[in-house]
């Protein structure tokens, strides 16, 4: 149980192309989604927390107009790097949880790669 | 802000040795959750092991146990009995209270084990 689907697992696009990322939770309703973003031999960067139904919560530093986070539903967030450059290429990482008192489960990741 | 300190980037192991992986964490919240994630090279974050820090009692999961040491903020994870799959990126993360907002993980910077056949 548990499981969070991210797709791509890997995008290569042109710069200055708008690439969308899914992230599914498959088999419970994730209430908070988070959406980290890793770059190599790093650990984790946390970019945003959404809620269901409400507008994203941006870490400092993290363009919100760049970097578009819908949650319109309790299975599906989306993340969307708009007008995507080279700088923008790094791995990202979806997770989810069903409850405040629930333990995060993480999706694949999507690694993103722009010429 | 809690901070996540992993002072070691990078530990090797030989296989059917123990390994313990350090991290430190910095909070002055007195109820919050910590943990430990293995990162293998498919980049596939997979929870290693819990620990609820109003439990006195370390938490165990088969060959990985932690040592919780609540006072000096210390969580340490070890590896017993290691094998060549454990070999990984390994993050520590806390957890703030459920209570208290969204409270994402906070990870550290990670170590890398390295099992010697």
């Known amino acids: 149980g548990a499981v969070v689907s991210q797709h791509p697992s890997w995008v290569i696009c042109k710069s200055g192309t708008s690439v969308k990322i899914e992230c599914r939770s498959l088999?419970?309703?994730?209430?908070?989604m988070f959406w980290y973003r890793q770059f190599p031999k790093q650990s984790l960067m946390l970019m945003a927390t959404?809620?269901?139904?409400?507008?994203?919560?941006?870490e400092q530093g993290v363009e919100k107009d760049k970097f578009l986070i819908n949650h319109a539903s309790l299975t599906l967030s989306t993340l969307t790097v708009t007008s995507a450059h080279p700088e923008d290429s790094s791995f990202y990482i979806c997770?989810?949880?069903?409850?405040?008192?629930?333990?995060?489960?993480f999706g694949d990741g999507t690694r993103l790669s722009i010429l | 802000a809690q901070t996540v300190t992993q002072s070691q980037p990078e530990m090797s192991v030989q296989e059917a040795e123990t390994v313990t992986l350090s991290c430190t964490y910095d909070?002055?919240?007195?109820?919050?959750?910590l943990f430990w994630y293995k990162q293998p090279p498919s980049r596939q974050m997979i929870l290693v092991i819990r620990?609820?820090?109003?439990?006195?009692q370390n938490a165990t999961e088969n060959r990985f146990s932690v040592n919780f040491q609540k006072a000096a903020k210390s969580f340490s994870l070890k590896i017993s009995d290691s094998q060549l799959g454990d070999a990984a990126m390994y993050f520590c993360?806390?957890?703030?209270?459920?209570?208290?907002?969204?409270?994402?993980?906070?990870f550290g910077k990670g170590t890398r084990l390295s099992v010697i056949a």
């Open positions: 997770s989810a949880r069903s409850g405040a008192y629930q333990p995060q489960h």
């Open positions: 088999d419970f309703q994730a209430t908070t």
């Open positions: 959404s809620n269901e139904g409400s507008k994203a919560t941006y």
């Open positions: 909070t002055s919240e007195s109820d919050y959750y």
């Open positions: 620990q609820e820090a109003y439990k006195q």
């Open positions: 993360a806390y957890r703030s209270p459920p209570n208290s907002g969204n409270t994402p993980l906070v």
